[in-house]
């Protein structure tokens, strides 16, 4: 193979030109746009927006152009604390359904890849198959059973459990279970796959020395299975944060996390600078895990070489 | 080691039995004769005809449709040499870069992505619609089908590819006729979640879409935002009768191969 490559034909150079260039253009470039305009001033309602950058006026359009960025968008989301408590709100669900989401996928992918060769493939299935069918109908099924005179309000009052219908719906528990249900398959897969790698020996050589089970797990498992809890909560952790449509049809009105604090500033406000600095900071917040989830995820990558 | 603990049943059964409650209730309710979703009025079909009724909705399925079809199509075509970049090209220059891109969609929060695409367009002063969320429909499933693909390439023997080169056989000669037919089902499958991706997109659609081009989740999010409506529980149960039909088909045409690089690809290459 690497005798065709190492000649880097026309034809070659052509391959990874297309996605490249399809990437740097519509991937990249709109990054770039998000920081130019969340360095602008509205001049209308609409673009254009000022600062313009002409680049005929070559350095010195440059240097006009640095010299009246604003960053009066910045200031708002740090003086604001509409801003402030959404990004918190933000990291407070991620982080909370993150660890709900361990304590109940981690039981469950190590049942899959403890359970016989034969049933895994199966089981693995049912749990993909959800993600495949839609995110949206999946939030909005439980609309149907977690509503004032919804399916679980009238199954706890006729069990007499509760005396008077709860407010299930539009409270932060309706977005946690919305969040733990819908992104319950990104945490047992990352897991199964670590622990279904598990060289069992390992166990059997803690028992022989006398461990007990509770012990070989806590020492032996879960330390192995590092890698796929790492990958699960980062999987689960990052796009939670910018989650908008668990918290907006499940949720209530008084708190919002921050994808909808940007979805208003950009479709009810208007405001396109304010929602590109939204977005760029959440950007800046999120590039942490990010950039681990890379590094996890090209290590795999390697490994699997 | 391997055998069945009461407790591993049981945190299997109780796990898949939270992710098919909901669905379940919310398939056999798009049978309810009631208007009022939570009372039972018996079977009846009546929301179905309803629905057929309903040009809006009608329409907006449709460019669904076309939107995932073209856009499942171009990121598979994408997909598929990003992934092959990735494999047999080793290092060249701004590989880094290259490898970031294809896999930074797929943990973007998708507002991020739905409004740097949108301010793209509306920079190049592109008409939003059809094609527009077209576009940004392919950036977001081309990673997908990239994970997918290159997944399948890194598993399967290299020696053939070598064989064919070693007898004479010119690189895209052995591409299209030992790696391609190689890799084609890892290719169906990408193809499938690339469309039911797109066919499942609202935020970004939001983003990117313009007047006259109304997706489904669009229009579904609009009515569910009035209000929990029956006619909204028939169009999804059609819509998860279609996704469980297509998974079922791949499943049968890739057999048991498919699950096993469905868990490496979807997710599990995170690991």
């Known amino acids: ?305 | 080691m391997r055998r069945l603990s009461l407790f591993n049943i049981t945190v299997v059964a109780l796990g898949l039995a939270f992710l098919y409650l909901p669905i379940a209730i919310l398939v056999i309710y798009s049978f309810n004769a009631s208007r009022l979703v939570t009372i039972w009025g018996g079977w009846s079909l009546t929301w179905y005809r309803a629905l057929l009724q309903d040009e809006a909705m009608l329409q907006a399925a449709w460019a669904s449709l076309r939107i995932a079809a073209l856009s499942a199509t171009a990121a598979t075509l994408l997909g598929t040499l990003s992934a092959v970049t990735l494999t047999r090209f080793g290092a060249f220059r701004g590989r880094l870069l290259f490898s970031s891109m294809v896999y930074a969609p797929l943990v973007m929060p998708e507002v991020i992505t739905g409004l740097s695409l949108l301010l793209l367009f509306v920079a190049l002063g592109v008409d939003r619609g059809f094609w527009t969320v077209a576009a940004a429909h392919t950036t977001l499933t081309m990673c997908f089908v990239t994970v997918i693909v290159h997944s399948r390439l890194v598993s399967f023997d290299r020696s053939l590819e070598e064989a064919a080169m070693d007898l004479g056989c010119p690189p895209l000669k052995t591409f299209l006729t030992v790696t391609l037919p190689l890799i084609a089902p890892a290719i169906a499958a990408g193809w499938m979640l690339a469309f039911s991706l797109s066919l499942d997109d609202l935020v970004i659609a939001s983003f990117t879409t313009g007047p006259g081009a109304t997706t489904l989740p669009i229009r579904i999010y609009s009515e569910v935002r009035l209000g929990v409506k029956p006619e909204v529980n028939a169009i999804c149960t059609l819509m998860i009768a279609f996704v469980a039909v297509a998974t079922i088909i791949s499943s049968l045409l890739t057999k048991r191969g498919a699950v096993r690089r469905a868990r490496d690809t979807t997710l599990g290459a995170a690991v």
């Open chain 1, 1 to 305: 193979m690497s005798e065709a490559v190492r000649k880097r034909s026309w034809s070659a150079r052509f391959v990874v030109l297309i996605p490249y260039a399809w990437l740097l253009v519509l991937f990249l470039a709109p990054f770039a746009i998000v920081l130019k305009i969340s360095l602008s001033q509205t001049a209308m309602a609409q673009p254009p927006y000022l600062p313009v950058l002409d680049l005929a006026a070559g350095w010195q359009g440059l240097k006009d152009f640095i010299a009246q960025l604003s960053f009066d968008s910045y200031a708002m989301l740090g003086s604001d604390w509409l801003y402030i408590l959404s990004y918190l709100k933000s990291l407070e669900v991620a982080f909370v359904s993150t660890v709900i989401l361990l304590l109940i996928g981690y039981p469950m992918a190590y049942g899959i890849a403890r359970s016989p060769r034969a049933w895994q493939p199966l089981l693995v299935m049912l749990v993909v198959l959800p993600f495949w069918t839609s995110f949206l109908i999946r939030v909005y099924a439980w609309v149907n059973i977690l509503q004032r005179d919804g399916l679980l309000n009238t199954l706890l009052l006729n069990l007499h459990i509760i005396d008077q219908p709860a407010a299930w719906l539009a409270s932060d528990t309706a977005i946690y279970i919305g969040v733990v249900y819908s992104y319950l398959p990104f945490m047992v897969l990352p897991l199964y796959a670590t622990l279904e790698k598990m060289d069992e020996s390992l166990l059997e050589a803690a028992a022989d020395l006398g461990s007990p089970r509770w012990k070989a797990f806590w020492q032996v498992t879960v330390p192995l299975s590092l890698p796929g809890i790492a990958a699960g909560a980062l999987l689960c952790f990052i796009p939670i944060c910018g989650e908008f449509v668990i918290p907006d049809l499940l949720g209530g009105s008084d708190t919002q996390m921050i994808g909808q604090t940007l979805w208003t500033e950009f479709f009810a406000n208007r405001d396109w600078p304010v929602a590109s600095a939204i977005a760029v900071a959440l950007l800046v917040l999120l590039l942490v895990p990010i950039m681990v989830y890379e590094r996890l995820q090209r290590r795999a990558i390697e490994g699997a070489r």
